[in-house]
């Protein structure tokens, strides 16, 4: 499959409410949400009013369209550590999944955020979600096992 990463245009923040709604993990055996649900207060402000000073966003793109999202804000959401620390969000439609995309987008956003001068990148994600096998093959440690979820960090300085 032949795609690029790039970084997102203006014009393009819309993509984020889908690709939010994407991210969201849906354990086997439960219904999908409806899509409003992206605009839940706890899940609005990973896209609301995006292109601030530390937003950060990278798409992946085949076929002529936008396939993937990777982002990052300094937000108080469910993998927040400090208010220094961008908080990490990444989702793929499901036909191009499991195909290296994901890491590749992963690796070229740290790669932008180390040269942003950030120390280290966190995010949230469901214990059986199997994107969290990805993330600590990238390097990413858990930080907090809370109930079903891991805080993760990426210390930028080591990767």
Avoid: C
Avoid at 26 to 41: N, T, Y
Avoid at 81 to 109: C, F, H, N, V, W
């Amino acid at each position: 499959m032949k795609y690029r990463i790039r970084g997102i245009r203006e014009d393009e923040y819309e993509a984020l409410k889908d690709f939010l709604y994407e991210a969201i993990f849906i354990p086997e055996g439960v219904s999908a949400f409806d899509k409003a649900i992206v605009e839940h207060l706890r899940l609005r402000i990973y896209i609301e009013n995006f292109g601030k000073e530390d937003d950060r966003a990278l798409v992946a793109e085949a076929e002529g369209k936008i396939i993937g999202a990777v982002w990052t804000r300094i937000i108080e959401d469910y993998g927040h550590l400090d208010d220094e620390t961008p908080s990490l969000s990444i989702s793929l439609y499901k036909e191009y999944r499991g195909l290296g995309i994901g890491t590749a987008m992963m690796k070229q956003m740290l790669l932008l955020l180390k040269e942003s001068g950030y120390k280290k990148v966190s995010l949230s994600v469901q214990q059986k979600n199997y994107a969290a096998k990805m993330y600590l093959a990238l390097g990413f440690k858990i930080a907090v096992a809370n109930g079903q979820d891991y805080i993760m960090v990426y210390n930028l300085d080591e990767g």
